[in-house]
């Protein structure tokens, strides 16, 4: 049986590894005023944050819909006999329950839909260990089965440097965002049952708060070495002393990667977040 692995533009895989494992992409719409981007294909870093610095307007983040979904599917079914999808949290965005109507609609079990309950390489590495699964052969249903279980022990969070853009999406308060600017809070941000929660601030440059960050997280959620992601919103030097440490604490594969534009639009520049699967 041919199996195909798609996921939402979300999942900020870096583009080696989807063409590795031929993964398909969902990406999610952007809009800076009137013009409509797409998420991996024509909007970089750069330019969502010159518009945000330019016009002081948040971007604006679209899901798909269930027709474009259905086509999504439909495309990767002309190629395979089944299609596994990973969503982006279903309590994050509808885009997730739009691509379980669209596997509804399809029917005859042809396309199974997983909420990864996460978001970037969270989603990531969900989808890059169900791909390895497929490319040993492993049967459709019992690699759906893996990774329903897997979900929950995804640990993913970040370390915010400015509340800016989560106030600016809705997600902040004006007294928490003045709070934080005053106290120079860094708070971290990990995905609790598919909700982004603060669990855990920290006081002072973002450099060293990203350093007593690693080590809690680390402490706090032993990890299963295998595999680390540590995603950026920007170019920031603290990241490679991030990676060595990593490194020297035993993963056997470290992986740098930028979070992609719709993450970015959220979170802003400086964010830093490592993720890996739990012990």
Do not use: W
Request: glycine content about 6%.
């Amino acid at each position: 049986m041919r199996i195909g692995i798609s996921a939402d533009s979300t999942c900020d895989i870096p583009l080696d590894l989807i063409k590795k494992y031929n993964i398909k992409l969902m990406p999610m719409i952007i809009t800076l005023d009137t013009d409509e981007y797409q998420d991996g294909i024509d909007i970089t870093q750069e330019k969502l944050y010159e518009y945000i610095e330019r016009t002081g307007n948040l971007a604006k983040t679209a899901a798909r819909s269930t027709y474009e979904y259905v086509e999504h599917f439909e495309s990767m079914l002309a190629e395979c006999d089944k299609v596994i999808h990973f969503s982006l949290s279903f309590k994050i965005s509808s885009t997730g329950n739009n691509a379980r109507l669209a596997s509804e609609e399809i029917g005859n079990g042809k396309v199974a839909v997983i909420d990864s309950k996460s978001l970037t390489t969270g989603q990531g590495l969900l989808v890059l260990s169900a791909a390895e699964k497929v490319a040993k052969g492993q049967d459709f249903d019992s690699i759906v089965t893996e990774a329903m279980a897997e979900v929950d022990k995804i640990q993913a969070s970040f370390l915010v440097d400015t509340l800016k853009y989560l106030h600016k999406g809705g997600r902040c308060s004006s007294l928490a965002l003045l709070g934080a600017n005053i106290l120079k809070i860094k708070p971290r941000i990990s995905l609790v049952d598919g909700e982004m929660k603060v669990t855990k601030k920290y006081m002072g440059g973002i450099e060293p708060s990203l350093v007593k960050y690693v080590n809690d997280m680390l402490k706090e959620c032993p990890p299963n070495k295998k595999r680390v992601f540590v995603a950026h919103s920007s170019q920031m030097p603290v990241v490679d002393k991030i990676c060595q440490m990593l490194k020297d604490y035993g993963f056997e594969e470290v992986i740098s990667n930028d979070a992609g534009p719709t993450i970015c639009t959220h979170c802003g520049k400086n964010t830093c977040g490592i993720l890996y699967v739990k012990e």
